[in-house]
Every structure is written in structure tokens, then in C-alpha cells.
T-cell receptor, first 114, second 110 residues
Framework: GAVVSQHPSWVICKSGTSVKIECRSL??????MFWYRQFPKQSLMLMAT?????????EQGVEKDKFLINHASLTLSTLTVTSAHPEDSSFYIC??????????FGSGTRLTVV | QKEVEQNSGPLSVPEGAIASLNCTYS??????FFWYRQYSGKSPELIMS????GDKEDGRFTAQLNKASQYVSLLIRDSQPSDSATYLC??????????FGTGTSLTVIP
């Protein structure tokens, strides 16, 4: 139980385009979704916290207009990287608190901007 | 001050040995503690959770918690090359916001 499905697993896009990443909680309601970014050989860096039905909370230094987060339902949260640039290339991971199971993580999205 | 601190390593142990991973946290009211394993290019997966002082064993893994010392550790017995990964310690108070350490890289040498 407590599965978060994340899509796509990997995506390559041209510089200047936008990419949408989806995370769905399959068997529980995720009122909160955390979005992380991870660069090679570095730890998870929290980007933002989304709450169903309200605006996301962004960590310091994360541009909210560049990383658009929508959490319109209890089972779906999306992250859109707008006007992507090569420096946005990273591994993006979503996760949701799942009671005694701690964090349940999505499988991650490898974004490469060329 | 960082919420959760781990030695980044790398930690290398020979196959069959015991690997010891340590984590300290700063928030005294933390209630729940988790260890995650992350293989390169993959998302973290939960290994152990512990909530009470003492030891908790699950197969080759033992989590140890000492709330007075604000310390949690993970022991891996009979280490295998497949255990080579980064191990993340996570701490939470409310269950809604988790604080992760930077992770310890473990290499098990065949």
C-alpha cells in the first residue's frame, strides 16, 4: 500500500520548452506532496510543498514562476518546469507522507534539457 | 544548524562485515525516525522505521534509537555488495514534514 506513481520516468526536451511531471497517489489520499530535486551525487533538495486545494509553498531560492505546482485533487499533484534550460536538468522526485510508512516516494523523473 | 546530520562517507566495508551508519538530529521533539536506501538514479526506498528508544531488528538490518542523545543508527549485518547505496536518515515530528540528512554513501567490497 501507499504507492505514488510518477510519470514520466525520463524526458528529454529542448531548451525553452515546458515539461510537466505528474505524481498520483494510487491507494491513499495525498493531501500533501513534496517535490524534490536531486543533482548527481547530491542529496535530496526540497523544492516545494503542495497542499491540495491551496497554493504551494516554495523553499528559498526556488522560483515559483518557473516551477509551477498544482495540487488540484487528493490524488494528483503536478510540477511543470517552464522555459526549461540545461541547468534545470536533474532528477525530480515527488513524495507524500503515508502515516506509519514515512515518506512514499515516486519513482522519479530524469529531466534532460538540451 | 542542520536538522539532521549524517557522515557523508564514503563508507567502505568488506563483504560479510557489519556496516554502521549514524545520524544525529537537532529537534528534541522528533517522534519518528526512518532509514531509506537510494541506489544511484533511483528514488529512495524505506528500509526501517523506529519510534521508541532501543533496537529494532528486521532481517540483516537493526535500527537503534537514543532520544536522549538525539541519535539514530542503522547496522547492516553480513553486508553484501548489493547493499552498496546511499543511506538517508529522515526525522519527523508531525509526520507531515520530514527532514532528511544528506546521506551516507556505502560501498561493500566483494
Amino acid at each position: 500500500g501507499a504507492v505514488v506513481s510518477q510519470h514520466p520516468s525520463w524526458v528529454i526536451c529542448k531548451s525553452g520548452t515546458s515539461v510537466k511531471i505528474e505524481c498520483r497517489s494510487l491507494d491513499f489520499q495525498a493531501t500533501t506532496m513534496f517535490w524534490y530535486r536531486q543533482f548527481p551525487k547530491q542529496s535530496l533538495m526540497l523544492m516545494a510543498t503542495s497542499n491540495e486545494g491551496s497554493k504551494a509553498t516554495y523553499e528559498q531560492g526556488v522560483e515559483k514562476d518557473k516551477f509551477l505546482i498544482n495540487h488540484a485533487s487528493l490524488t494528483l499533484s503536478t510540477l511543470t518546469v517552464t522555459s526549461a534550460h540545461p541547468e534545470d536538468s536533474s532528477f525530480y522526485i515527488c513524495s507524500a507522507p503515508a502515516l506509519q510508512k514515512g515518506y512514499t516516494f515516486g519513482s522519479g523523473t530524469r529531466l534532460t534539457v538540451v | 544548524q542542520k536538522e539532521v546530520e549524517q557522515n557523508s562517507g564514503p563508507l567502505s566495508v568488506p563483504e560479510g562485515a557489519i556496516a554502521s551508519l549514524n545520524c544525529t538530529y537537532s529537534d528534541r521533539v522528533s517522534q519518528s525516525f526512518f532509514w531509506y536506501r537510494q541506489y544511484s538514479g533511483k528514488s529512495p526506498e524505506l528500509i526501517m522505521s523506529i519510534y521508541s528508544n532501543g533496537d529494532k531488528e528486521d532481517g540483516r538490518f537493526t535500527a537503534q534509537l537514543n532520544k536522549a542523545s538525539q541519535y539514530v543508527s542503522l547496522l547492516i549485518r553480513d553486508s553484501q555488495p548489493s547493499d552498496s547505496a546511499t543511506y538517508l536518515c529522515a526525522v519527523t515530528n508531525t509526520g507531515n514534514q520530514f527532514y532528511f540528512g544528506t546521506g551516507t554513501s556505502l560501498t561493500v567490497i566483494p
